[in-house]
């Protein structure tokens, strides 16, 4: 997913930059790129938030590897950056995030609602990616 993410961002980046094209419906480059960086100050607050909020320890009490609170930090990491560049690129016509907050109480209901987001967040580019067509 990040890779297809990161070709439509920088396809739309380049179209941006040159001049805003007007889709049907009065949709432009500016307007899918603030839609992928909403949801993109979504993701990143729900992983910074949970890994503010769960430690090590915790992911290995509800029965993860080791490992798997370093790989969300690393996913975590992944969309801070997608936020840093998707709002350097559309500089004062950046969205602003919102405040969230997200149902989850364990790291098991973290993790869970994190493959819901990250599945909503792919059908999401995709659906903006066909107004490219």
Sequence with gaps: ??????????????????????????????TVLNFALTLEHLENAFYSQALAKYDEQQFQAAGFPSWV?????QVGEHEAAHVAFLSSALGDKATK???YK???????????LSQIL?????LAVIMAARSYD
């Design 1 to 30: 997913m990040k890779t297809s993410f990161i070709t439509l961002v920088l396809a739309a980046i380049t179209a941006v930059t040159a001049h805003p094209v007007k889709r049907a419906g009065g949709v432009d480059d500016t």
């Design 69 to 73: 609170r370093r790989r969300f930090a």
């Design 97 to 99: 995030p919102c405040t």
């Design 102 to 112: 997200f149902p989850h109480h364990d790291p098991k209901s973290f993790a869970a």
């Design 118 to 122: 990250e599945g909503v967040g792919k």
